[in-house]
């Protein structure tokens, strides 16, 4: 207890602040989020440690707490036994509580738990200026005010934001199920669609060529003509090697021409029966949603969408890539006010992917957002 100064008190805030700024060094987190782990585990390890040690010496030892020997002031080692046992408790009950703490913390958060925190360590460094100082204990009420309540308010409300966050989560992960399965039961029933619609797709091509030829009106060849015309996109049906990606492909093309979008799929799934129809349905109905979103954002003569799929050796690639606005932030939130609804997209597929051992990378560059995605094919 001799750097800096020799009053123990004042080596506190030079001790938050060096612990502060370790962590912060150590953990990709934010400021907010740093802030109140060092305060969490300052309050409740060895603040709350130590006021439980001065309660539990007060009441064996009364005012016999500070002994003096050979001139100098100090604490009874029966207190810092004391000590030592609850700071292990108290980390082993701080574990089982914070070992599943998912919640952001926010600057709101920081705020109101370091007010609560200042008042607490202003109260503790008195005590500890009295005891290494002045040699006086000070009384229990002191260290229930400096030590429990912050501590018990601090890890209170930080555990109930925590579950209320796990909940949201939870009700996140129902909507999110039942978006997929809603997803994937729309393109169910477009294949069926489609089946229906190319079981006679030979036929009535051939009958529209015998009343295009026989019929001598123009009115008649015309109509044949356009009935024709209606029917071409079957002609240029999206063959992958997956029916149900077919059904996929062909709806995102009609979508994207619709918007104007200029789209193109060269899509080889031949060999790939490992991935199951609704990991499918996720991986390119959202990839080629977001871009369909993102080229709606430019100019019609901008508007390009580029999807490809292959495998190569034993990987499975896929590249969705489309032009973007040069100010748009590579992210993986949704823009979309509903964000209780909203903003799976990204988080999706990287689970659907996962899944399969695969990683993604999601490239920004000034003009351009490429999505890379990579399986391991067994």
């Given at each position: ?244 990606l077919d059904i996929i492909v062909k709806d995102k093309t009609a979508k994207a021409r619709e918007k104007q ?70 992210t993986e939130r949704t823009t979309k006010k509903d964000r209780f609804a909203h903003g799976f997209g990204i ?17 920004q560059e000034e003009r351009t957002y490429r999505l890379n995605i990579l399986i391991p094919c067994p």
């Amino acid at each position: 207890m001799t750097w800096f100064t020799e009053l123990g008190a004042y080596k506190i805030p030079v001790l938050i602040i060096v612990g502060l700024t370790v962590i912060k060094i150590c953990y990709a987190d934010s400021f907010a989020t740093c802030g109140i782990c060092y305060e969490a585990y300052l309050i409740t390890i060895p603040i709350l440690t130590e006021g439980i040690g001065m309660l539990i010496g007060h009441a064996f030892y009364q005012d016999n707490i500070i002994v003096v020997i050979d001139g100098d002031s100090l604490m009874r080692w029966e207190i810092y036994a004391i000590i030592l046992i609850a700071r292990i408790i108290v980390l082993c009950l701080s574990y089982l509580m914070c070992r599943n703490f998912t919640y952001q913390v926010n600057y709101k958060d920081f705020i109101l738990l370091t007010t609560i925190f200042i008042f607490a360590i202003v109260f503790f460094m008195s005590d500890v200026y009295m005891h290494l100082n002045l040699g006086v204990a000070g009384d229990r009420l002191h260290y229930i005010v400096s030590t429990a309540l912050p501590a018990a308010g601090i890890m209170t409300f930080l555990y109930a934001k925590n579950t209320m966050y796990l909940r949201e989560q939870e009700q996140r992960g129902k909507l999110q199920i039942a978006l997929l399965q809603q997803q994937f039961a729309y393109y169910q029933e477009k294949m069926k669609d489609e089946d229906r619609v190319r079981s006679i797709y030979h036929d009535l091509k051939n009958h529209l060529l015998v009343m295009e030829n026989r019929q001598n009106t123009e009115e008649t060849r015309q109509m044949a003509k356009t009935l024709r015309s209606q029917i071409t996109d079957y002609e240029d049906y999206a063959h992958t090697g997956n029916e149900f990606l077919d059904i996929i492909v062909k709806d995102k093309t009609a979508k994207a021409r619709e918007k104007q979008i200029d789209f193109s799929a060269m899509v080889d799934f031949h060999g790939i029966d490992f991935i199951e129809p609704l990991d499918i349905s996720t991986i390119f109905g959202n990839a080629i949603d977001n871009a369909i979103e993102a080229s709606e954002k430019l100019p019609e003569s901008k508007r390009l969408i580029t999807v490809k799929a292959e495998r190569v050796r034993d990987m499975l690639l896929i590249t969705v890539e489309n032009n973007t606005l040069p100010e748009n932030h590579l992210t993986e939130r949704t823009t979309k006010k509903d964000r209780f609804a909203h903003g799976f997209g990204i988080p999706n597929i990287k689970k659907a992917v996962e899944k399969y051992g695969g990683q993604c990378r999601f490239q920004q560059e000034e003009r351009t957002y490429r999505l890379n995605i990579l399986i391991p094919c067994p």
